[in-house]
C-alpha cells in the first residue's frame, strides 16, 4: 500500500511540472509581448500595412522619426501618419518634431518637388494655402497622368507625389513652433520673381 501512496504522490509532482512546463512554454511570449517588450509600438505597426519600418531618436524637446512606407499601400498620408503620431506621443510622452520618410525621388518628381517648394515655403510662412493648391494643381496638368497632393495636418504638411510606380513623399512642419530642421526659412529679399 505505501508503494501505491508514494506513486500517487509521484504522479501529482509529474502532474505539477508538466503543467507548469506547458504553461510558461505556452504563456512565455504571450508574457514577454504583455510585460517585458522593449518595444510596445511595435505591435501597433504590425497593425498598418503601409509602415514596414520605424525608428525614434530624442532630440531636443522632442523626437525625430524616420519610417519607410510601402508605397503601394500608401492612399492618404496624413490618415497614415497621423494615428502613429498620437500612438507615439501616447506611449513616448513626448511630441514628434521631425518625421523622414526614406525614399529617393525619380528625377521627374525631384523636379516637380523643387517647383513646388517655393510656393509650400510661401504657404508656410503667410498662412495662404490657395497659392499652394494653385500651384500644386498646375504642376499634375503638366505632368499628366499623376497623383499629386498636399495635406494639411495640424502640425504638418504631408506632400504626396506619385505619378506611374514613382512615388515621393515629404513630411514637412507646418508652423514655425516645430523646429524640425526640414525646411530652412530664408528670409524674403526683393521683389516678386
Not at 509529474?14 to 503543467?19: E, H, L, S, T, Y
Amino acid at each position: 500500500m505505501s508503494r501505491k501512496y508514494w506513486s500517487l504522490r509521484r504522479i501529482m509532482v509529474v502532474i505539477i511540472v508538466f503543467a507548469l512546463t506547458t504553461g510558461l512554454l505556452f504563456g512565455g511570449r504571450f508574457l514577454y509581448e504583455k510585460f517585458f517588450q522593449r518595444h510596445p509600438l511595435q505591435k501597433w505597426v504590425r497593425t498598418n500595412p503601409a509602415i514596414t519600418s520605424y525608428e525614434l531618436m530624442e532630440q531636443g524637446a522632442g523626437l525625430r522619426l524616420e519610417l519607410e512606407l510601402e508605397s503601394a499601400q500608401v492612399e492618404n498620408l496624413q490618415e497614415i501618419l497621423e494615428p502613429f503620431l498620437r500612438e507615439v506621443l501616447v506611449r513616448k510622452e513626448q511630441p514628434v518634431t521631425e518625421i523622414l520618410i526614406a525614399n529617393e525621388p525619380s528625377p521627374e518628381l525631384a523636379e516637380v518637388y523643387y517647383k513646388l517648394s517655393f510656393a509650400l515655403e510661401e504657404a508656410k510662412m503667410t498662412g495662404e494655402y490657395n497659392t499652394l493648391y494653385e500651384v500644386l494643381q498646375d504642376l499634375q496638368r503638366e505632368a499628366g497622368e499623376a497623383d499629386f497632393r498636399i495635406y494639411l495636418g495640424a502640425d504638418f504638411l504631408y506632400v504626396q507625389l506619385k505619378k506611374g510606380n514613382e512615388n515621393y513623399f515629404r513630411v514637412l512642419p507646418r508652423n514655425e513652433g516645430v523646429q524640425s530642421g526640414l525646411a530652412v526659412t530664408v528670409s524674403p529679399k526683393g521683389g516678386k520673381g
